[in-house]
């Protein structure tokens, strides 16, 4: 099945500082998304986004699905930002999604 | 809308013992995933529901679960005779069938076996 790798697994940031996280994936895929885990475990979708570029706020990720990978920015980082990200695909909108082993941030003031 | 809700939240259970999650998903959502975590790891598939038709299951279903969505509302997911390695956090998720496939996750069951 499809392989999702997540770079780096641990991240350590002074508040304020920006970051790039990357998610790299093994097959062809049309849907693709990132979620942030927080510190009590909840799972907040932070973007469906199979192609091209989104932003929220002060996130924003882009993904270049010819090669096979994918970009999320964190800008101006706060200490609420702390938990782990994780990026999950799939092959098409009617399979379930493959999740990545995440990256854990942690943001400290 | 309430977003997808779960219950219990946590379940600690004697080994040997059948258990039952609830999974109430976002009322227009069509599709419905439950998920296994375990502490460290990503989430890892083990069944889906699209309405009340169970679509597919992962080789992490053992014989020992079942789930069930009858009339395409709320889910539930039975462990029978539960076993230590079942302790994990269950999430249930869930989305749309078409355009933006966007998951929806409840806050998840923490289930310990002793």
């Known amino acids: 099945g499809i392989q999702v790798e997540q770079s780096p697994p641990d991240l350590i940031l002074q508040e304020g500082a920006n970051s790039t996280l990357r998610c790299n994936f093994s097959?062809?895929?049309?849907?693709l998304q990132w979620f942030h885990q927080n510190p009590w475990g909840q799972l907040i979708n932070l973007f469906y986004i199979p192609s091209g570029t989104k932003q929220n706020g002060r996130l924003s990720a882009t993904t270049v699905a010819t090669e096979r990978y994918s970009l999320l920015y964190i800008s101006s980082s706060q200490t609420t930002d702390s938990g782990v990200y994780f990026c999950?695909?799939?092959?098409?909108?009617?399979?379930?999604?493959?999740f990545g082993k995440g990256t854990r941030l942690s943001v400290i003031a | 809308d309430t977003g997808v809700s779960q219950n219990p939240r946590h379940k600690i259970t004697k080994r040997g013992q059948n258990v039952t999650f609830r999974c109430d998903p976002i009322?227009?959502?069509?599709?419905l995933y439950w998920y296994r975590q375990t502490l460290g790891q990503g989430p890892e598939f083990l069944t889906y529901?699209?309405?009340?038709?169970?679509?597919?299951k992962s080789r992490l279903l053992s014989d020992r679960f079942s789930a069930e969505r009858p009339k395409g509302s709320f889910s539930t997911l039975e462990i029978q005779r539960t076993e230590q390695g079942d302790s994990a956090m269950y999430l249930c998720?869930?989305?749309?069938?078409?355009?933006?496939?966007?998951?929806?996750f409840g806050s998840g069951t923490r289930l310990t076996v002793v």
């Open positions: 097959d062809s895929v049309n849907n």
């Open positions: 529901f699209q309405n009340e038709a169970q679509l597919e």
């Open positions: 998720a869930s989305s749309k069938t078409a355009g933006n496939y966007g998951y929806t």
């Open positions: 009322s227009e959502h069509n599709r």
């Open positions: 999950a695909v799939a092959n098409s909108g009617n399979t379930p999604l493959v």
